[in-house]
């Protein structure tokens, strides 16, 4: 059972379920108004803009009806009802400032102790099972990545991962790369070395926000791949020093990648934030990083500390998971977040992997439809 207050200036209506309360601004109830004059039927798309509502908007009467809450607006002199469960959902009252490092909602930080529980799905079985894929891409939106597993063994098999939830995003490796190793003992000791995790392309900007690697084979004894929550990094690093977390988040690393034709630069923090303080991505890629130049001269000492710091934090075994993929498996990282390696060899024999990018927004849409199956109907 709803109930409505409506303060003295008719600026704020404050709703309440018996339960819950909230505050909700008149230009904010008037500007999320689901009326057929300020929301088009059907896709809900808004109708007006924020000029065409009086700056000087107020409420003169609120009141619960049938259900309802029933708005009248001045000097526009129109009542608007509204769905006061719809209200209690989307309130912004009681978000007060968070601390920096937070993990958006439905996000996880882990460490190594997910390793008996690597998040993993039937190719199959996400191919055909809308529910088994939204529980994949569920895992994916939790902890950044997921491997899949039972899927064919063929060139380009990559791309029938990506056509579960999106589009590839071609670059100028072209839609696909391969990654091929021969292990043997002359070159043992080259291929034998693992690469430190890190993030992908972080010299594109927008950087591909998914990677999939894909095996098509792999003899050779080792190779295990390994995957680090770049976002339960930062926060170990801030917990230890915020100072160090601060100097990482609030100035601009360099990546650069060089070759022929092809000059990629960027310039964004090794951990990005939102305005809110909320964890956005973390890049990390020691073969990319180009001079360090937008730190102030009285900061470098500190920022170099903290570099140190975080790759130290990413290499410690305690945070990794791994995994060894063969033929027909695969796996998936958000790659704002998720770091990656590949562990040294330990036998002789051939590996292939395939490669492509691809992007986080197309695993949260198809995620976001297949839970909301009868909105997706509506459309
Ligand atoms: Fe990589």
């Known amino acids: 059972m709803f109930q409505a207050n409506l303060s003295q200036d008719g600026a704020i209506v404050t709703l309440s379920d018996g339960g819950d309360t909230a505050r909700f601004h008149a230009i904010w109830l008037r500007d999320n108004a689901w009326d057929e004059q300020t929301r088009a039927p059907g896709n809900g798309q808004r109708l007006i803009a924020l000029r065409d509502i009086d700056a000087k908007v107020h409420i003169t009467e609120a009141r619960m009806a049938g259900g309802q809450l029933h708005l009248l607006f001045a000097p526009e002199g129109r009542s608007i009802a509204y769905d006061p469960a719809w209200l209690m959902e989307n309130s912004y009252d009681g978000k007060d400032q968070r601390a920096s490092g937070w993990l958006a909602d439905g996000a996880e930080a882990w460490d190594a102790s997910l390793m008996g529980n690597v998040p993993t799905g039937d190719f199959n079985a996400v191919q055909s099972d809308p529910s088994a894929r939204a529980a994949w891409l569920a895992q994916i939106a939790r902890y950044g990545f997921a491997k899949l597993q039972n899927g064919p063994i063929e060139d380009g098999a990559l791309f029938r991962v990506v056509d579960l939830f999106g589009h590839v995003r071609k670059t100028n490796y072209g839609d696909k790369f391969e990654v091929r190793t021969e292990v043997n003992p002359t070159n043992l000791a080259y291929t034998g070395l693992g690469l430190q995790a890190h993030t992908d392309n972080p010299y594109r900007d927008p950087v591909p926000t998914v990677q999939v690697l894909y095996c098509l084979e792999s003899s050779a004894a080792g190779g295990e791949n390994m995957v680090v929550d770049g976002f339960a990094a930062a926060q170990r690093l801030r917990e230890e020093n915020l100072d160090w977390f601060d100097v990482l988040s609030r100035h601009c690393a360099r990546f650069e990648y060089v070759s022929d034709g092809v000059r990629l630069q960027s310039r964004r923090p090794m951990i990005e934030l939102d305005p809110d303080g909320a964890l956005r991505a973390v890049r990390f890629n020691n073969r990319s990083a180009a001079a360090i130049t937008d730190v102030p001269f009285d900061e470098m000492a500190t920022y170099y500390a903290a570099y140190r710091r975080l790759g ?20 998936l990282v958000d790659n704002t977040r998720v770091l990656h390696a590949r562990k040294g060899y330990s036998g002789a024999g051939t590996r292939w992997f395939q490669g492509c990018y691809a992007d986080m927004d197309g695993i949260r849409s198809t995620l976001a439809a297949l839970r909301a199956p009868q909105e997706e109907a509506a459309q």
């Open 312 to 331: 130290e934090i990413i290499d410690d075994p305690g945070m990794e998971v791994s995994f060894r993929l063969e033929p027909g498996e695969s796996f």
